[in-house]
């Protein structure tokens, strides 16, 4: 991680660079990209309440391509957010998981979710009264 | 507002739809893409700290182009967000502040950047892991 500054112990000895999505270099930028995604948000919360096989997972995410999904499942896996688990059937078994990194960043997706549910008919009338200004 | 069922009070009367992005046609989709960009968090929470000029946003954001800022600023200002003020001096001073709806947002985008900043080692570790292994 390279970013903007240098965390410092007690005696001003600098320690881990400190993370800081402000500046150009910085990771955290690509993990805010992902985090914040639409389809790992309502993934997220669905592995929150149980594993999933990929085909119930693309069953309650209305109008998710296999293709996207898949991209988005890879991804998450990637980041240690998700695990994946081939159980060898025929057809072989595929589930997704939570991790427990994965696990702490639910809290913070659900609140993105409960954000857009609660406030959506403002966020509309806002739209329209622009569009008609506009 | 069209989702997937209808609220329904006491007497079993239907009211008003029940927002659900996992629903293709809900406008909350559109709502989970805006909130969760990142150039969105990274706006958002400095306007939470006060009001700003387009430059000095453009300063803060590092490697943010004038063009894509503009662009995350209207789609804000159109949600109903963020405003947009013209002063008239010369030259014209414009600057930006969070709505009252805008601050009902920031506390679940903060929650996002903590997270990203708090895990990004074992994020970008997980990374090299999985690259490791492909």
């Known amino acids: 991680m390279k970013c903007r500054g240098y965390l410092r112990d007690s005696e001003g000895v600098s320690t881990a660079p400190i993370a800081d999505p402000y500046a150009a270099a910085c990771p955290t930028r690509t993990v805010l990209d992902r985090i914040g995604d639409r389809w790992t948000v309502l993934v997220l919360l669905l592995l929150a309440e149980r594993t999933c096989r990929f085909t119930e997972l693309q069953r309650r995410i209305e109008g998710v391509s296999p293709k996207v999904l898949t991209q988005v499942l890879r991804a998450l896996e990637r980041d240690g957010l998700v695990t994946r688990e081939v159980h060898a059937e025929v057809p072989p078994r595929v589930e997704y998981s939570l991790t427990s990194l994965g696990g702490t960043l639910v809290q913070a ?26």
Chains 1, 2 share one sequence.
């Open 109 to 134: 997706v659900a609140g993105l979710d409960a954000w857009a549910r609660a406030h959506i008919d403002e966020v509309e009338r806002s739209r329209a009264a622009y569009d008609a200004r506009a």
